[in-house]
Structures are given as structure tokens and as C-alpha cells.
T-cell receptor, first 111, second 109 residues
Framework: KAGVTQTPRYLIKTRGQQVTLSCSPISGHRSVSWYQQTPGQGLQFLFEYFSETQRNKGNFPGRFSGRQFSNSRSEMNVSTLELGDSALYLC??????????FGPGTRLTVL | GEDVEQSLFLSVREGDSSVINCTYTDSSSTYLYWYKQEPGAGLQLLTY?????DMKQDQRLTVLLNKKDKHLSLRIADTQTGDSAIYFCAESIGGKSTFGDGTTLTVKP
């Protein structure tokens, strides 16, 4: 099976812009979770989608949102970008409540 | 809430065993994971253990789980220079994983 894919791999934006990141899970996996990784805060959970519904949510402001499509692909959107949003955004897929497999991440730089 | 702690650094000589330790707080965790991250890369799932197991061995990797003390360890036998990386412990409940800050393993030749 192909692994989790994320696009784009690298992105540069300026403050105030918005960005959409995409994640395609492993075929057959219905759960997609998103994480933010920064040097200062480590790996932090953003949200999880299962069968097109947000099932879990972390402690991030409303500028961070996501959605999942019927084919389980997921997108994450960040509006009104701030410098502190610069991070590696990782998505992970799993079949249901078992082991998570991570994608390579999208490196977002906000200038 | 959930919290996962691990020591930040470990340095070993090539050929020695490495033991990375982790403590977690949520006793309802279903899975406990070990991930490896190399510079500029995503997370590579190394191994995991289901919460009702005590031990799992997978080639050079041995995971020990002490559920009473909420303590998890990863032992890497015959550590090689290619094992140098950051190792993350994570506990998982449903689709949400909580990670430690990572242990940087340095393997000296």
C-alpha cells in the first residue's frame, strides 16, 4: 500500500495570508489526525477526522480548521497566518483506533 | 489531562544497547508508540505496544511496559550510527496521540 502523502511539502506564506494543506491517508484508513511540530512546543495535536466528522480537537484557535472528504482525504486550513504558525504540519492515518502512520509533513514558513 | 515525559538526551557507543525511557499519565491509553525522526523528516513508526501487553520484541527493538508505574521503555540492541535520531514516545486514545518532547540519541563510533 502507498503511505500517507502530504502536499505541498514546503510552503512559504506571509503574515495575514491563509493556507490549505492536504493529506491523503493510506487506502482503507478512515481516520486522519493533524499535528503541529515546532521546536518550542514539540508535537501538538490539532484535530482528528473520522468518516468526514471531526471526532477530536486540540487546543488551537479557530483560525485552524479542517475537513475530511468522502474518500478520507483531509485538508487543513489556517487563516490569518501569524509568524508563530511556522511549523512542520504532520498528518497521520489509521484504520480506526489503532496504530497511526505519519506522512512526511508540510513545512510551512510564515514571513 | 494527558502528559508524556522523556529524558531529552542519550549518548551511547556504537555496539552498545540504548535504553530510552518514557512516563505517561493517562491509564486509559490504548496504544503506546515509539517513533523515530531524522533531521528534516516526518515521523517513522518504529514499534508500538497495546496497553494490555508487558513486552514486545521486534528484531533489535524491545519495548517494556509497566502499566502500574505508567512507564514505557525502548531498548535498541547493538546500536548503530544510523540509529542517531530523535525518538518520540506517544500515548494514544482513539485518534489522538500525545507525544513526549523526544529523546535525542547520539551514537558515537
Amino acid at each position: 500500500k502507498a503511505g500517507v502523502t502530504q502536499t505541498p511539502r514546503y510552503l512559504i506564506k506571509t503574515r495575514g495570508q491563509q493556507v490549505t494543506l492536504s493529506c491523503s491517508p493510506i487506502s482503507g484508513h478512515r481516520s486522519v489526525s493533524w499535528y503541529q511540530q515546532t521546536p518550542g512546543q514539540g508535537l501538538q495535536f490539532l484535530f482528528e477526522y473520522f468518516s468526514e466528522t471531526q471526532r477530536n480537537k486540540g487546543n488551537f484557535p479557530g483560525r485552524f480548521s479542517g475537513r475530511q472528504f468522502s474518500n478520507s482525504r483531509s485538508e487543513m486550513n489556517v487563516s490569518t497566518l501569524e509568524l508563530g504558525d511556522s511549523a512542520l504540519y504532520l498528518c497521520a492515518s489509521s484504520e480506526q483506533n489503532n496504530e497511526q502512520f505519519f506522512g512526511p509533513g508540510t513545512r510551512l514558513t510564515v514571513l | 489531562g494527558e502528559d508524556v515525559e522523556q529524558s531529552l538526551f542519550l549518548s551511547v557507543r556504537e555496539g552498545d544497547s540504548s535504553v530510552i525511557n518514557c512516563t505517561y499519565t493517562d491509564s486509559s491509553s490504548t496504544y503506546l508508540y515509539w517513533y523515530k525522526q531524522e533531521p528534516g523528516a516526518g515521523l517513522q513508526l518504529l514499534t508500538y505496544i497495546f496497553s494490555n501487553m508487558d513486552m514486545k520484541q521486534d528484531q533489535r527493538l524491545t519495548v517494556l511496559l509497566n502499566k502500574k508505574d505508567k512507564h514505557l521503555s525502548l531498548r535498541i540492541a547493538d546500536t548503530q550510527t544510523g540509529d542517531s535520531a530523535i525518538y518520540f514516545c506517544a500515548e494514544s486514545i482513539g485518534g489522538k496521540s500525545t507525544f513526549g518532547d523526544g529523546t535525542t540519541l547520539t551514537v558515537k563510533p
